[in-house]
């Protein structure tokens, strides 16, 4: 049963009394999990991510394939969603992290009663209607996560609103040094700095005697030729290491950046090493 992209699997809607707690032994799926703490609390054991403890009226999305297990804390109750997602449907919901679903917490309890009720009674075009409400469940996600994704854009800017204008450019400079490798805008730092991509650029150049672009580009070939003389001489390794879209494309900006290929470039290298 698929349709827009979405993929119904299985809902459990449940509830646990123990007065020592309940651990559900480690697992993965093939589809997304939605885990929900109805009352009560509980933990997910993530492997190789951590744990995240949640409460009733929070949830958390688990990845395909990702091993996990819950372990109940008190008198809970549980629901689970599994579904399958087409790439780019749940776009900006976060994975194995808590999301909180205030205000929106009622119509996320009426959505997980109506996939329970369609998938345990079938009545007339319920696959249909399931398919509905899943398209429901991933609006809800992106509700939920919105105004949390608002709160920490805000608590950026005033942090950085805070910082004193030199200070900040400098952590911009330092941002680009650490980050030579990822394929970043300028307007992206800028932006993630406080500051407009124009007025960035004049600070950067009044402060460092240069553009910010041609900064990155130095610090990224820096890192490039640390490599090479450590031995690396692929250039698709290379190319991959340092965010550029394919090895001739990295080959023709090597050269632009040195005057020499890389496979020029090393044998220089080997031959100083060897002298």
């Not at 650029?201 to 672009?213: D, I, N, T, Y």
Request: with cysteine; net charge positive.
């Amino acid at each position: 049963m698929q349709l827009s992209g979405l993929q119904f699997h299985l809902i459990t809607d449940t509830r646990r009394t123990t007065a020592a707690g309940v651990m559900f032994p480690e697992h993965r799926h093939g589809f997304y999990e939605l885990g929900v703490v109805r009352t009560g609390e509980a933990r997910w054991h993530l492997s190789g991510r951590g744990d995240v403890a949640l409460r009733a009226g929070e949830a958390m999305l688990v990845a395909p394939q990702q091993l996990h297990f819950e372990e109940a804390r008190v008198d809970t109750g549980f629901a689970w969603i599994g579904f399958h997602a087409e790439e780019g449907m749940l776009e900006g919901v976060p994975l194995h992290r808590r999301i909180v679903f205030e205000p929106w917490w009622g119509e996320l309890l009426e959505v997980i009663a109506r996939l329970r009720d369609e998938d345990a009674l079938h009545p007339p075009f319920h696959q249909e209607r399931i398919l509905l409400l899943l398209a429901e469940l991933v609006i809800l996600l992106k509700r939920a996560v919105a105004p949390a994704a608002h709160r920490e854009k805000q608590e950026r800017l005033e942090r950085v609103a805070r910082i004193d204008t030199g200070d900040r450019i400098e952590e911009a400079r330092a941002y680009l040094e650490r980050n030579a490798a990822k394929p970043l805008t300028m307007m992206q730092v800028a932006r993630w700095h406080g500051w407009s991509l124009n007025h960035f650029e004049a600070l950067f150049c009044a402060r460092f005697g240069m553009p910010p672009k041609q900064f990155q580009q130095k610090c990224r070939l820096f890192k490039i030729e640390q490599r090479m003389r450590t031995g690396e001489r692929s250039a698709k390794i290379l190319a991959q290491e340092h965010g550029f879209q394919d090895s001739g494309y990295f080959c023709r900006w090597f050269k632009k950046q040195t005057g020499m290929t890389p496979s020029e470039y090393f044998e220089r290298c080997a031959g100083r090493q060897g002298r």
